[in-house]
């Protein structure tokens, strides 16, 4: 009786990712974390590596007592002086307002003018929310090959691409083979005047 093997599958010379050719350039393994773990393992192999992507940082949430601020209900023109209201008739918690998820929100610190014409200006503090799924778009914060970057996800012929909020600048194409991945959506920034 003649059996004949079977020609498929198994290795196959040449095939496979090149060794070094990873996000961390050797050898990896393969580990179990929880889901819910999942962000502080990537934010902390992230920070660990340097990049040349317009995401400078990614800062852990830090949940405290809410701290609400009042809010007064008259809204101020920014071009022209208007008497305010004497009383307030709220308060505001900024976690409350800027956080809906608290276990799946992040901020991460901007580098660069990319997205100038979006509102986000570089050194500014974006928050992104990994709870909630985008949306062609939305401000994403996504990772191409191992690197960071926070654009706008768009779409064309029914393929994802990034674009930057700035005209200086080119949009992302998603090239075939790439490891892309968006980290979360961007729902809000945080920046300080003085």
Do not use: C
């Not at 956080?99 to 100038?116: L, P, W």
């Not at 005209?167 to 959506?185: R, T």
């Amino acid at each position: 009786m003649n059996i004949k093997k079977n020609q498929r599958g198994g290795a196959r010379k040449g095939a496979g990712r090149k060794k070094g050719s990873g996000l961390y350039a050797e050898s990896t393994k393969v580990v179990r974390i929880p889901i819910s773990r999942m962000g502080d393992v990537k934010s902390f192999l992230l920070s660990t590596k340097k990049t040349n992507s317009n995401v400078v940082n990614f800062i852990q949430l830090s949940v405290q007592k809410p701290l609400p601020i009042t809010l007064f209900s008259h809204k101020v023109p920014a071009g022209f002086p208007s008497p305010a209201d004497d009383h307030a008739e709220s308060r505001l918690d900024l976690n409350e307002y800027l956080i809906s998820q608290t276990e799946a929100t992040f901020f991460v610190r901007i580098k660069g003018d990319s997205m100038i014409d979006a509102g986000i200006l570089d050194n500014d503090i974006v928050i992104v929310d990994r709870s909630k799924s985008a949306s062609i778009n939305d401000i994403v914060l996504a990772s191409i090959d191992g690197e960071f970057t926070v654009k706008v996800l768009a779409k064309n012929n029914k393929r994802p691409y990034l674009m930057p909020a700035n005209k200086e600048f080119k949009p992302i194409y998603i090239e075939e083979g790439s490891q892309f991945e968006i980290w979360g959506v961007v729902t809000g920034s945080v920046r300080k005047f003085k």
